[in-house]
């Protein structure tokens, strides 16, 4: 099947910004999305970009898709400690199609 | 806000038996989902159900897996005869699926099935 990767690993500091990273083969990928698992939970839909749209914002989160290099980035201003989960990247061509996670970035802050 | 709910959060079954996990779907979505992680994994996609049928499957969802809608309210994935390799939490979804309105799937907090 079609690839999502997605860097393991992001160590920052509290107050600073995170930056996660995903690229993905499916040229046919409409819907992209950043999905949150914090420790024995579940997974929390964080954010969702179109793919004719470049860049979306939501408070603390920018999302900005680069649809010629398949590379979809979550920005997370302002960090916090209770930002320190798992963020799984995910894709699907259709609305109600499966999702096609990546094995997720884990985030840790550090005060 | 309105949350899928799973039953029950964790589930522990010998090798070879039957579990059912459950799920209540969101009220007015359309499109159900099952998917699962196996421990340090990435979440794999099982099935999707619509209209009361399957409407995508991956390879993982093989004889051993059914899925139910019984009544208006709850989604079920059966295990037909558990193996050790099944061990792995177990997601239910649900979508309003509208197209060009979508807003992502809505996750349940996942069953822990345990097979010992």
């Known amino acids: 099947g079609e690839d999502v990767e997605q860097s393991l690993f992001l160590s920052v500091r509290e107050g600073d910004s995170s930056v996660i990273n995903c690229t993905y083969t499916?040229?046919?990928?409409?819907?992209l999305y950043w999905y949150k698992q914090e420790p024995g939970a579940g997974l929390q839909l964080l954010t969702y970009?179109?793919?004719?749209?470049d860049m979306k914002q939501d408070q603390r989160l920018t999302v900005l898709l680069n649809k010629k290099d398949k590379h979809l980035s979550l920005r997370i201003a302002d960090t916090q400690t209770g930002d320190s989960a798992i963020y799984f990247c995910?894709?699907?061509?259709?609305?109600?199609?499966?999702?096609?996670f990546g094995k997720g970035t884990s985030l840790l802050v550090t005060p | 806000e309105p949350e899928v709910t799973q039953t029950p959060s964790h589930q522990v079954t010998q090798m070879g038996q039957e579990v059912i996990l459950r799920c209540v779907p969101i009220?007015?979505?359309?499109?159900f989902y099952w998917y699962r992680q196996i421990l340090g994994q990435k979440v794999e996609f099982l099935v999707s159900?619509?209209?009361?049928?399957?409407?995508?499957k991956s390879e993982i969802f093989d004889d051993q897996f059914s899925v139910e809608r019984p009544d208006g309210s709850n989604f079920t994935l059966k295990i037909r005869s558990t193996k050790l390799e099944d061990s792995a939490m177990y997601f239910c979804?649900?979508?309003?699926?509208?197209?060009?309105?979508?807003?992502?799937?809505?996750f349940g907090s996942g069953t822990r099935l345990t097979v010992v």
């Open positions: 009220s007015n979505h359309l499109y």
């Open positions: 159900f619509y209209n009361n049928e399957i409407s995508e």
């Open positions: 970009i179109f793919s004719n749209m």
């Open positions: 499916d040229s046919s990928s409409t819907y």
């Open positions: 995910a894709e699907s061509i259709h609305s109600g199609y499966a999702l096609n």
């Open positions: 979804a649900s979508s309003e699926g509208n197209r060009g309105r979508d807003y992502g799937y809505t």
